[in-house]
């Protein structure tokens, strides 16, 4: 990289299914996880996939 130049925006992350995020946490209840992702794509924070998925 030369100086002065910024670096590349980060890359959109692959979208995720509530069972995917779900794993990542000790006894996570699915529902409760998809509620979340839910409440997270509503304030615009994740975006829901035509698949159900969630993307960043």
């Known amino acids: 990289m030369s100086a002065g130049s910024s670096p590349a925006p980060p890359s959109r992350?692959?979208?995720l299914t509530v069972e995917q995020v779900a794993q990542h946490f000790y006894n996570a209840r699915r529902d409760d996880v998809r509620e979340l992702l839910e409440t997270l794509a509503a304030l615009g924070h994740v975006?829901?996939?035509d698949d159900g998925a969630y993307a960043t």
């Open 13 to 15: 992350a692959t979208p």
């Open 47 to 49: 975006e829901a996939t």
